[in-house]
């Protein structure tokens, strides 16, 4: 039994977006602090805007049970500079992600099947934690 869970976070990047309407991520240059360089408008497609790739099952059969499937700039160029992200968690029973940061950055969780037990440390080693349930859709 699997337990999926979404995983949406946003990081914070300094966005060319504010001042046009989108700036997809060119692929093909290489990644900045701030992203990817923005493709040439007449290259962009509406794919650039879609991903479906959070509808598939991540393989569990691991170590820690989990797998994540990233719906980040490179697999989701329409993200590029908007300081948002999104990722699909999916958790075996007895799964864990092991502790780690997000930098200046903030995260979302959606259950949508089973029930987690997650939380955070913060910065002055308190700790928050809590079971999450599946949302009733
Ligand atoms: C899942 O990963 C395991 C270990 O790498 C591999 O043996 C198995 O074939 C994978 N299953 C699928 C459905 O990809």
């Not at 200046?104 to 809590?130: D, H, M, P, R, Y």
Request: with cysteine; hydrophobic share 45%.
């Amino acid at each position: 039994m699997f337990l999926p869970i979404l995983c949406i976070f946003s990081l914070i990047l300094s966005s060319h977006a504010a001042v046009q309407d989108f700036c997809v991520g060119d692929l093909a240059a290489p990644e900045g602090p701030a992203g990817y360089s923005c493709k040439k408008p007449a290259k962009v497609t509406v794919d650039d805007f879609v991903f479906s790739g959070l509808g598939m099952a991540g393989n569990t059969s691991n170590l820690i049970k989990a797998a994540v499937t990233p719906a980040f700039a490179p697999q989701f160029p329409g993200l590029n500079g908007l300081g948002l992200s999104m990722a699909r968690l999916d958790l075996a029973v007895g799964g864990v992600v092991p502790m780690h940061t997000h930098p200046a950055g903030s995260e979302v969780l959606l259950v949508t099947q089973g029930a987690i037990c997650a939380g955070f440390i913060s910065s002055a080693n308190s700790v928050t934690s809590k079971l999450l349930r599946r949302v009733t859709l």
